[in-house]
T-cell receptor
Framework: EAQVTQNPRYLITVTGKKLTVTCSQNMNHEYMSWYRQDPGLGLRQIYYSMNVEVTDKGDVPEGYKVSRKEKRNFPLILESPSPNQTSLYFC????????????FGPGTRLTVT | GNSVTQMEGPVTLSEEAFLTINCTYTATGYPSLFWYVQYPGEGLQLLLKATKADDKGSNKGFEATYRKETTSFHLEKGSVQVSDSAVYFCALVSGAGSYQLTFGKGTKLSVIP
C-alpha cells in the first residue's frame, strides 16, 4: 500500500529535550516536506527536500532541522523544543512531476511543556 | 507572494443540502489549484485539482472550476452526506517547477442527519 508513515503519532516532552519525528514514504517520491498545522493558521511549510541531500527552508524553519540521507526518509529534528512548537505536524511527499499532488502522513501531535 | 483565502467556517448543513465553499487566490504566473480534505484524526488527502483556466476538477461528487477572471476555485457538491464532514483546504502551487503548496486556512464542514 502506498503510504507516508510518521512516528510517533503522539509525543509529550519538556522544553529543551531533543526529539526526532520520523517520516518515511514507499512511493519513490523525490519531493518531501514538513508542515505544521495550528488553529486559525492553516498549514505552514517548515522544510522541504527535492531529493537526497537537497533540503531547503519553508516559511517557518526556525527551531527545526531536517536531513535527507535516503530517498524514502525525511526526519524532522527539534534540537531544543519550546512550548511554541506545540503543534500538529504533517509529513508529505510527491513526485517532482506532480508537485502539488502531495501524499500526507497521518500526523504527529507534539506537546512541549 | 502567493495567498489563498477561503470562507471561514464552521459550516453546518443538513444531509442532502447543497454545499459551496468559496476560495479565491493571489498568485504569480499560472498556478495549479487544489482542494484537499482532512477527515477527523487523519492527514490531508487530495480531493481534486485543476491545472489551467476553465478546467473543472471533480471527485466523489465534488466539483470546482478554475476561474482565472475572478481568481476563484469554489468547491461545490450537490447533495452532502454525513460522511463528508471534514475540514476542506484550498491550495495552489505557482509557477513551472514549483512544488510549494500555499494553503488556505481551512473550512470545517459538519453535516447533520
Amino acid at each position: 500500500e502506498a503510504q507516508v508513515t510518521q512516528n510517533p503519532r503522539y509525543l509529550i516532552t519538556v522544553t529543551g529535550k531533543k526529539l526526532t519525528v520520523t517520516c518515511s514514504q514507499n512511493m519513490n517520491h523525490e519531493y518531501m516536506s514538513w508542515y505544521r498545522q495550528d488553529p486559525g493558521l492553516g498549514l505552514r511549510q517548515i522544510y522541504y527536500s527535492m531529493n537526497v541531500e537537497v533540503t531547503d527552508k519553508g516559511d517557518v524553519p526556525e527551531g527545526y532541522k531536517v536531513s535527507r540521507k535516503e530517498k524514502r526518509n525525511f526526519p524532522l529534528i527539534l534540537e531544543s523544543p519550546s512550548p511554541n512548537q506545540t503543534s500538529l505536524y504533517f509529513c508529505a511527499s510527491s513526485l517532482l512531476l506532480t508537485g502539488g499532488e502531495q501524499y500526507f502522513g497521518p500526523g504527529t501531535r507534539l506537546t512541549v511543556t | 507572494g502567493n495567498s489563498v483565502t477561503q470562507m471561514e467556517g464552521p459550516v453546518t448543513l443538513s444531509e442532502e443540502a447543497f454545499l459551496t465553499i468559496n476560495c479565491t487566490y493571489t498568485a504569480t504566473g499560472y498556478p495549479s489549484l487544489f482542494w484537499y480534505v482532512q477527515y477527523p484524526g487523519e492527514g490531508l488527502q487530495l480531493l481534486l485539482k485543476a491545472t489551467k483556466a476553465d478546467d473543472k476538477g471533480s471527485n466523489k461528487g465534488f466539483e470546482a472550476t478554475y476561474r482565472k477572471e475572478t481568481t476563484s476555485f469554489h468547491l461545490e457538491k450537490g447533495s452532502v452526506q454525513v460522511s463528508d464532514s471534514a475540514v476542506y483546504f484550498c491550495a495552489l502551487v505557482s509557477g513551472a517547477g514549483s512544488y510549494q503548496l500555499t494553503f488556505g486556512k481551512g473550512t470545517k464542514l459538519s453535516v447533520i442527519p
